[in-house]
DNA sequence: CGAGAGTACGGTACTGAGTACCGAATAGAG
DNA sequence: CTCTATTCGGTACTCAGTACCGTACTCTCG
């Protein structure tokens, strides 16, 4: 944030800030393709791109950092995009898909280094665990403002966690179509609104939250055959209890 | 598993199989708490036991696995359990329930242990991560025996995922709550069985999935009433289709 | 009882990530 | 031109994790 306020461009020996940073992933995720991550160290890194071992870890805090930029940048942004979505009265749903399209489209403007990405989180262990930990703490964010949403009464708290869960794992399901390469950017935005729609159940027989009331469960599921056919069915599995 | 065949106890000054890795946890934990996880090194750890340092990563493959031990061990029985769940003609939502309940029972089994361990990975950035990436595992392992039975066609798959995610995530719920010592093991394994019921019938429209072959699938949740009782309601939303 | 095999342990030495600190070069302001 | 702030590079350190080797102990077979 220091370099944003400096209007004229830097003609001198000393690279432009954010240069070096460009560098730095560049170098690093060649030498991650050509020989793998665990196989090249920092140092390798730095001197591929031509600067000292320090200026690495000033650029990126780790070495893992290289890897998964702005992520926390990301994350804010979908934080506040979530508190103005849930104030009372507003278009939570909306403003949940909303935020959440924020998120994809974010990997699909990175394009190849989201799949560069993608194919070494694949590879290496401790990459997978930091993208999955990751991906919880998108949970968290989701989960947090689902339950200023619903409010705080016992009961609602596994309800926000649960649309958090399915939201965050309709938006992966579709990310991880488009980094295989099954639907492209276009398909991919399209297909994450019907994911979402049936991760919250607000597709065709919408099932939203439920007054938290007491009362009996029906769980409605789509069959050919209508009550009176099934009901002997019914009765005869709740009879001996044990449905298979 | 070398040291389950030998009978006779050990009269000798070597310690018996496996006494030293409980020396080592125990004095892992109890320099946890009183430094702190990062302030701990593993030199400190092994001095404490009275042992030397290549013997504790004999014993525990790195720092981290001395707080989740037999994580991998308990995956696989998950794995398994849920593997003969998930054979065709099986009594599929019961024998992930059934799973569900293998973990969580497990950890009240530990006790005191888990709760240590909870109250680091509140703290501890990479301890969290760690456990992230652990609950994640179990996302997979339930995905992929759902995915194994709704079947692989385009579209299930996205439904495997969110009731898997719907599992993992009412488990946690209900452990978060013993781990905090909202509820007793007793009153978490019954909440486990109703956050499950939740996860399970009220999420998405049908996230029951469906049995590949078409047919009538009958879902019975508990209720105090009797058939005749839930009837009129269950020919409502049957009418309707779309309640609330 | 004694020799040999297998194993658990301790110690040393190494690599690599990450941190702290210091000095040099450079750019800007006055 | 001088002073100051910032950035970079280099050195030195801590600590996790690995590889290797020698040793002490146990068990088994002769």
């Known amino acids: 944030m220091p370099a944003s306020n400096r209007p004229t461009s830097r003609p001198t020996s000393r690279p432009g800030a954010g240069e070096v ?3 730095l992933r560049a170098a690093a995720f060649a030498l991650f393709e050509e020989r793998g ?3 090249t160290t920092v140092g390798d890194i730095a001197e591929a791109a031509g600067v000292g ?8 805090g780790s070495k893992e950092d290289v890897i998964f930029p702005e992520h926390t940048a990301l994350l804010e942004r979908v934080r506040s995009r979530l508190e103005t979505a849930t104030t009372p009265g507003a278009a939570t749903l909306i403003g949940i898909a909303e935020a959440t ?5 974010h990997y699909l403007q990175e394009g190849d280094l989201a799949r560069a990405r993608y194919r070494l989180t694949r590879t290496v262990t401790t990459l997978r665990d930091r ?5 919880l703490q998108y949970h968290r964010v989701y989960r947090d403002a689902l339950r200023a949403w619903t409010g705080e009464e016992a009961g609602r708290d596994l309800r ?4 958090a869960a399915a939201v965050v794992t309709a938006h992966n399901h579709v990310l991880r179509r488009w980094l295989r390469g099954v639907v492209d950017g276009a398909g991919a935005v399209e297909e994450l609104g019907l994911a979402l729609e ?19 469960s029906i769980v409605v599921l789509r069959t050919p055959y209508d009550v009176d056919a099934v009901l002997p069915a019914l009765r005869r599995a709740l009879a001996d209890d044990a449905p298979r």
Chains 1, 2 share one sequence.
């Open 160 to 163: 926000a966690e649960l649309l």
């Open 101 to 105: 399209r924020l998120v994809l489209e």
């Open 21 to 23: 940073r460009d560098r």
């Open 131 to 135: 993208e999955l930990a990751s991906t």
């Open 198 to 216: 049936e991760a919250l159940g607000t597709g065709p027989n919408g099932a939203l939250p439920r007054p938290a009331d007491e009362g009996t």
């Open 53 to 60: 071992r320090t200026t690495f870890f000033r650029a990126f």
């Open 37 to 39: 991550y665990d196989a």
